[in-house]
């Protein structure tokens, strides 16, 4: 263990998720903007935004295994050069697909770092400092989704998109430079095979599913019941391969512990909430009241700053509370805040909508305590495998959220791709339909997070 402060590594580990949470939120103000420059390649705006998180999520289970099989320093620093690559790339596109592969190529990385900082966390910290560990790096989350909006506004109205990649990697390219103060964490000496079979499913299944999810409103019938089959059929081929394998990609055993599935189940949904809340307000600032960009971005700071608040001290609150408490408490609040909004009107946010979004915003900032809570069941030596899932969740929760309201509007109309084709009165009947479906994940985060235990609680006799 190097003799740096565990805390300063901290700072270094979160430096890079800051990155990948920019990389999503400072592109969200560009959407448009980059939709006017490629109006060739039909929803560019949007795929700018799914890709990225498709690819994290598809490649997350790969990053974990060579990571507990070849060192999470050596992972971290090529996680960090792929990533630096790609964001450099998206900024000098001169076609449409040729963003899109850059893009790729970020989410290539990103699939590599956040399993990466996960993992980093739960090895360099131990006892009563991981829950305040897992809370500052949260922060880090917070700090790029509450200045990645407003950041992505400021430099729409001064430069161009094109800026938004290179600035969103800053944080990374200083990571990078002092990769080397890091712990190695080496793997041990005997190394178990890799499932490349089962890889390959975990790979493929989260695109196939994001992809028709994005898609769903513009397939045909015919094609969503092809996607759904394959989609039922790789499920049930992989749950067959988990049983035949002798070292599979994701032990059987933990996949059917609660004291995993839940936290991660929650994880899920609240990530999903966000992402979807995030698209849905700054559609209504910036397509119903009419806001510019940075206006539109500005408007988000009350949801956005109360995420970060919760992230600062969820960790303290957790310790004090236990997470059970916590999380039923914050799904409660989001719940009245998304039954609020339901009323909201055309021409501004009256003082109880921006209480009901800061309600919203408390509960997306409570995630890392779920995080470690499922990562708990991973070993030492498989922490990286244990954060590559966790980040597997988180992204399918992410690009979930975001492909639900493209989804919706689609529905609607075949032509909406983030624009302002569709008058305001309909835009704001979608904005309750999509609230409306939202209040289903409450309340399913609602029993769930009743049923949660944490570490110091005694175990049940019976699950």
């Not at 970020?106 to 090895?123: D, E």
């Not at 070292?247 to 059917?256: F, G, M, S």
């Not at 936290?263 to 600032?285: D, K, N, V």
């Not at 929760?397 to 624009?419: D, E, N």
Request: hydrophobic letters at 50%; a positive charge; aromatic letters at 10%.
């Amino acid at each position: 263990m190097t003799n740096i402060n565990k805390w300063w590594l901290l700072v270094l580990v979160a430096l890079p998720t800051l990155s990948t949470c920019l990389s999503t939120n400072v592109v969200m103000s560009a959407l448009v903007s980059i939709g006017q420059t490629f109006p060739d390649v039909a929803g560019i705006g949007e795929w700018t935004l799914l890709i990225y998180s498709m690819t994290a999520a598809s490649l997350s289970i790969l990053a974990g295994v060579l990571g507990d099989r070849y060192g999470l320093r050596k992972m971290y620093t090529i996680g960090l050069i792929i990533f630096l690559l790609g964001a450099l790339g998206a900024s000098f596109a001169t076609t449409g697909e040729s963003l899109l592969v850059f893009r790729s190529l970020s989410g290539i990385g990103s699939a590599i770092l956040a399993p990466v900082a996960l993992a980093f966390l739960n090895r360099i910290f131990s006892g009563v400092e991981k829950p305040i560990a897992f809370g500052y790096w949260a922060a880090t989350i917070t700090i790029g989704n509450v200045i990645g909006p407003f950041l992505g506004g400021l430099i729409q109205s001064i430069s161009s998109w094109r800026l938004t990649f290179p600035i969103a990697a800053l944080p990374a390219l200083i990571a990078l430079a002092f990769a080397g103060i890091l712990p190695a964490y080496k793997p041990g000496n005997t190394r178990k095979n890799i499932d490349i079979k089962g890889i390959a499913y975990l790979s493929a299944l989260p695109a196939v599913i994001l992809f028709t999810l994005a898609m769903a409103g513009r397939l045909n019938p015919s094609s969503i019941i092809i996607f759904l089959s394959l989609i039922g059929i790789g499920f049930f081929t992989f749950w067959k391969h988990l049983n035949k394998t002798e070292n599979p990609v994701i032990d059987l055993q933990i996949l059917e512990n609660y004291k995993w599935w839940r936290p991660s189940i929650i994880q899920l949904i609240i990530r999903c909430l966000f992402m979807a809340m995030l698209i849905l307000l700054t559609g209504y600032f910036h397509s119903i009241q009419g806001l510019s960009e940075l206006n539109s971005s500005s408007a988000l700071f009350p949801f956005l700053i109360s995420v970060g608040v919760m992230a600062f001290t969820s960790g303290y609150i957790c310790k004090s509370i236990g997470i059970r408490k916590l999380m039923t408490t914050m799904f409660s609040l989001g719940l009245a805040g998304a039954v609020i909004l339901l009323s909201v009107q055309p021409d501004g946010f009256r003082l109880i909508d921006w209480i009901a979004i800061c309600f919203i915003g408390l509960l997306a900032g409570s995630t890392s305590q779920l995080s470690r809570l499922s990562m708990a069941n991973f070993g030492v030596n498989d922490s990286m495998k244990g954060a590559s899932i966790n980040t597997l969740i988180i992204n399918v929760g992410i690009s979930i959220g975001a492909a639900y309201p493209t989804l919706i509007r689609s529905i609607v109309s075949k032509q909406a791709h983030l624009s302002n084709i569709i008058s305001k009165e309909n835009l704001l009947h979608i904005m309750h339909e999509e609230v409306m479906v939202l209040i289903l994940l409450f309340c399913i985060g609602i029993w769930q997070a009743g049923k949660l235990q944490d570490l110091t609680e005694p175990k049940p006799l019976s699950t």
